[in-house]
């Protein structure tokens, strides 16, 4: 990464940290309510990231189907849990997509690492490190919900993705999330992304309204991350198993990615000193009991 991208990703006030070496942001993409469209953003935002020339990684960390995979057209042969059991290494279950992202296919190991042995942990953590000088972003696809293993990731991540579509159920469990993200693991601070919409104005009326509530009733703070508009070329692309903004690079769908993308790497990861690299992000993953 350029000295320029690595001062506009470290933390407020902009100053280079002597000790703070390669900085890889971790942000997870979650929801209360299922099915709004994280799976789809992650790789849309992933392969809009790659096209920055950033390096990007994706770890698909939703217990339910594995549909980054899908999504992208590959099909992994290992996931996590060959890493676990010691049959295979990083390197052999480490998928590469489009434009060079990779895959780190999680899903069916997921639970398996709130469980781990001291010895497994050191394992994992070791061979994770080493993935430290190789990424900028790692983006982390979650479950829907407030489970805890949607909370396992969403806490050790250094910053919050919620993903809210315009239907009311969706921005009551997107307010639920944040309340029990603000109450029970002290996470103050969300980004917002609305998907889905007619309109810009439609997505404007949704991040208001939850902001105000959100901000009034729970201690926490909102950054608006924009909107996707809802384009069927989403469902063409689907079908083919390919990413909507390399099938249809011109549709409006793409073009608000490649905006989300400039948005994202606009704002500044909101780095703790403590979540400061990638390191003590997988230490924090894998220390954690269960949250
Ligand atoms: N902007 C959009 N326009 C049109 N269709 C969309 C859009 N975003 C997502 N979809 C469609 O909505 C459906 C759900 O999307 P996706 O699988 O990404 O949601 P999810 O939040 O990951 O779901 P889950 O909670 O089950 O993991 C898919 O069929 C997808 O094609
Ligand atoms: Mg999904």
Do not use: C
């Not at 309510?33 to 935002?45: A, D, E, H």
């Not at 009311?168 to 996470?187: F, G, N």
């Not at 902001?211 to 083919?240: C, Q, W």
């Amino acid at each position: 990464m350029d000295q320029a991208a690595e001062l506009r990703l470290s933390k407020e006030p902009v100053t280079p940290m002597p000790d703070a070496g390669h900085r890889v942001r971790v942000v997870s993409i979650t929801s209360g309510k299922g099915g709004v469209g994280k799976t789809n953003i992650v790789v849309n935002l992933a392969y809009a990231l790659t096209l920055q020339g950033k390096r990007v990684m994706i770890l698909d960390a939703d217990v339910g189907l594995a549909n980054v995979d899908i999504l992208l057209g590959l099909t992994p042969k290992y996931t996590i849990q060959h890493l676990l059991s010691g049959e295979k290494r990083l390197s052999d279950i480490l998928v590469k997509g489009p434009g060079g992202m990779f895959v780190l296919p999680a899903s069916s190991g997921v639970q398996e690492l709130a469980e781990l042995t001291r010895e497994q942990r050191l394992q994992l953590l070791t061979a994770f490190e080493t993935l430290d000088e190789k990424l900028d972003v790692l983006i982390i696809d979650t479950g829907a919900g407030i489970s805890s293993n949607v909370m396992y990731f969403n806490v050790a991540a250094h910053e919050v993705i919620v993903v809210v579509s315009p239907e009311p159920t969706s921005i009551t469990d997107a307010y639920a999330l944040m309340k029990v993200m603000s109450l029970r693991y002290a996470e103050h601070h969300f980004s917002l992304l609305v998907n889905g919409v007619k309109s810009r104005e439609d997505a404007d009326e949704v991040f208001k309204k939850l902001s105000m509530v959100a901000e009034r009733f729970l201690n926490i703070s909102i950054t608006y991350l924009g909107h996707i508009p809802h384009d069927n070329h989403v469902k063409k692309a689907v079908r083919r198993q390919k990413i909507v903004m390399e099938y249809f690079p011109n549709a409006p769908v793409s073009m608000a990615f490649r905006e989300l993308a400039k948005e994202f790497s606009k704002t500044k990861a909101r780095l703790n000193s403590n979540h400061g690299n990638v390191k003590f992000f997988w230490r924090q993953l894998l220390e954690r009991k269960n949250a």
